[in-house]
Nanobody, 122 residues
Framework: QVQLVESGGGMVQAGGSLRLSCAAS????????MGWFRQAPGKEREFVAAISWSGASTLYANSVKGRVTISRDNARDTVYLQMNSLKPEDTAVYYC???????????????WGQGTQVTVSS
């Protein structure tokens, strides 16, 4: 049974930083791409960042490029999302997901975590 458990969310002031973690189990973690998505109240889920199985390739949404870094530790079956210079518009529930390939579209991701809330105050 695949499980993804996100952590590291919280409340932070604008300009602050957070590091999200997503611990995976029940699958050969190092064989899969991993992605982060987010969903703000009243909005659709949107892509944030993704990383290939080896970590050699990454993708970022334009809205977060330069402020966010995705990384992974295959020895720990964990993917991270370092977020800096946070803005109120980054407020959302953040989800990690397991992907067959390194893609932007949510349809390429098969397993999803429960999400962790990030709230950025102005």
């Amino acid at each position: 049974q695949v499980q993804l458990v996100e952590s590291g969310g919280g409340m932070v002031q604008a300009g602050g930083s957070l590091r999200l973690s997503c611990a995976a189990s029940g699958l050969p973690f190092s064989s899969y791409a991993m992605g982060w998505f987010r969903q703000a109240p009243g909005k659709e889920r949107e892509f944030v960042a993704a990383i290939s199985w080896s970590g050699a390739s990454t993708l970022y949404a334009n809205s977060v490029k330069g402020r966010v870094t995705i990384s992974r530790d295959n020895a720990r079956d964990t993917v991270y999302l370092q977020m800096n210079s946070l803005k109120p518009e980054d407020t959302a529930v953040y989800y990690c997901a397991v992907g067959r390939v390194l893609r932007v579209g949510a349809e390429s991701y098969d397993y999803w975590g429960q999400g962790t809330q990030v709230t950025v105050s102005s």
